[in-house]
RNA sequence: GGGCGGUUAGCUCAGUGGUAGAGCACUGCGCUUACAACGCAGGGGUCGGCGGUUCGAAACCGUCACCGCCCACCA
């Protein structure tokens, strides 16, 4: 690292120990609510990777939260981790080389090592959950520094993370409301499953993905005569197969309608129906109904009333089946049976092949069969199709309230609007209630019991609930009242839910787990409703629609007035980062190279909602702009002698400008659009301030003029604050330059117009002095001469003397700048257009 | 299949009816007492195509193309 890196570093850290020690950003609990400004922060999932995305969009939340700060609101701005569920599982999994086996007595010596490598060791569900909660300390950890390394302006004193004693509390107590209101409900039925993770899934996890597949061609004869031809790519599940369905309006099938049609090799009849949700051109029209394929299976077997055939087990592989007893009727059980049993205990890979095979040798199949690519549903984590499998789940009911979620999507306002649409569609495509309980271990578990009755069984319907006041529970170690431990598992006894709650059942209630809802209500009512809820848009139809649609349930109200929604982080090339492409962009590595107020440079200059790509010439410019500002701070700082108030056409010009850069970057800030706030002040810096006014001023500055002196310091002094909450390393360094008791330029308040003076003819003044000193600068390039090279006569002809008059009232700042030995102003017609100017620039002799 | 964005200089992006912009990259000049981690100057664009509205369109309307994302009952 270079000299100067390093200087930058040091710099960025010394304020990092001041706003900790200083408490800066602390909220106070002592100011009401129409003067706080309140977070919903996201929580990031910890057991991820740090990601360019994670500065780029937590960077967008400080940008807002601290020009908010400096418009004199109290700031609540809590962080949380979400360490809770699968990701922590997995990673614990693959660092510590074991997996959890919940039949397992909890080992209290257990020692694993760190990275350890070999077989996988079985462990406990206790012995799990410890290893997970050693994992999120360190993850954990690491947030927190890149966190504090970019600047965000979070109260540390308000963190939590979604598995700690306060977020299971507030998660199982919000499950409880529901419960008493009849607003979740468990029940056994198809759900969507994976069988790797051995887990329910909810609509929210599931993405489609393109795979390749096989069409074969089925052939089912028809009782009372005749056959039909079935187009499938999933004749695993032919033994499932309960009906055929075919469009009521195809002529091809019409006649079938009411008959029954006979698996081949199972020899199950099977009714044939007509909905209009078979579509006539695709396969050959007519389908099998199997329990289960897809979602569409079960609704038709939910119409058909009939028993499910279940041939997939939760673990994937084929269940075993009595063919002629129950639900699996056969016209010839004993064929049945001897072609079943070949499938039983296979994958569902190894049993398509096995049934296809089958099928040719029984000569059912037509043709060959067909390639096919078509979108299979994926858990999002997954490797597997999902499956449908009958499983008791808990579900809190979101069918039956889509007009009123939407309802309440609309009361928040998006940012940009375009992404209430898709938090509108996201309501509106919803096919399924929300599956909230997960098969999985580190979680909050469902704080509930079920009793056993004098036979053994569990009577489901016999829910035991907690009392408020001893939550958080375990039911699995935790007894319900009015039973003690040696009754659980035993006739007449109790079991627990062994389940624990999807992520974002217990992320949902963000904005109520710092809150201290609902406990301490005075507390919880100062920072609820929130004021903002920032997040990427690949999260709205979970983390977003979840939290609103607690919200509602819980009592009613919106969880946020706003949503700042932020987009993706490309790598340079536009391209998606991937970890296999090797292109993904550390946010450790850009920190390194640029410092973090060049990275928030960065980030700022993304506009919400919008993709950016990881530019290293953006990470430059914004380095760059840092470096500017301690120079020109540099400058400025130096000159020495009283300030005055502005009395030169210059000095009044700059700040004139400079007032409608306050103007324009409020009225940006305001209209969430922090890439247009940092372009315009970023403009008048380098244009108005660096480039010209600071070259003119010079001479005055240096011989001690107070108008020149006060319009520097004030231009300075406004201008740190404009750049505050995009820089605010670079902005404290400079505003407590020289200063013995630092004072936090984010505890000053955001510059107003009115601090400025409004001259009215800024523009014109500023242009024409700064057209003639290009032109000046433009002749000494042409002439390769030195900047400073002196000019022995400068004309400026001009047709319209008010043009002249402007140019005239700063010659004295012109004279200096351009090192121009004379200079004339002619109210001359050259030829020049209108009201043009014709600048002649006659250089020295010589450098002397 | 439906929806939402986007398409402006080699690259990343501003620009919502009035003379096409910035940074980077490129070329030339310059160490000038804030700044060589820099400054100054310069070259570079039929604003995706077509049609329309308008005195005037990068911008508004229509349409098409391409890119990206979201969603959709996987036969």
Redesign the pocket.
Known sequence: M????Q??HEMEERWRAFWLEDGTYLYDSSRGRDETFVVDTPPPTVSGSLHIGHVFSFTHTDLIVRYKRMQGLNIYYPMGWDDNGLPTERRVQNVFGVRCDPRLPYDPDLKVEFGREGDVIPISRKNFIELCDIVVQEDEQKFLELFQRIGLSCDWNQMYATIDERSRYVSQLSFLNLLDKGQADHREAPTMWDVDFQSAVA?AE???RDKD?M?HKIRFEVEGGGDLV?????PELLPACIAV?AHPDDERYKDLFGKKAITPLFKAPVPIIADE???PD??T???MVCTF????DVEWWRQLGVPAREVIGRDGRILSAEWGEGPWESNDPGSAQAHYDKLVGSSINQARKSVVELLEADGATVGEPEH?R????FFEKGDR????VVSRQWFIPVMDKKKELIEQGRKVEWHPA?FL??YV??VE?L?QDWCVSRQRYFGVPIPVWYEIDSEGNIVYDKVLVPKKADLPIDPSSDAPEGFTEDQRGKPGGFTGDPDVFDTWATSALTPRIPSGWPDEMERHLKVYPTDLRPQA??II?TWAFVTITRSYLEDGSIPWHHAAISGFV?D???K?MSKSKGNVVLPTDVLDEYGADAVRYWSA?G?LG????A?P??F??G??LV??IR??A??IQ?YEGEGGPPTHPLDLALLSRLRHVVQEATDAWESWTH??AL?RVETWFWSDL??NY??LS?SRAYAGDPSALGTLRTALDVVLRLFAPIVPFVAEEVWNAGADEPSSIHRASWPKPDELPESENANATFHNVVEVL?EV??A???A?????WPVERLTVYCNAPDRLEFVRSVSADLIAAGNIKNLELKAEDKGQNEDDFLIEVQLAESQE
């Open positions: 270079s000299k100067k890196s200087d930058l609509q599931v993405e489609d597949g069409f079935i187009a499938t790519t999933r369905v949700k078979a579509e695709k396969g029209g007519i389908l394929g897809d979602a569409t096919i078509r979108p299979v549903k199709p999902l499956e449908f375009m649409k898709r569609d996201w495509g096919n848009h690949d139809r490309l340079p090339d536009r998606k200059s506009r919008l993709d950016a790509a530019d010439n953006v430059k410019e380095k760059r470096t500017k120079n020109a540099r400058l130096g890439s247009i372009e660096t480039d600071l070259e010079k290009t600068r433009r000494k390039s042409e390769k001469v030195s900047i400073k």
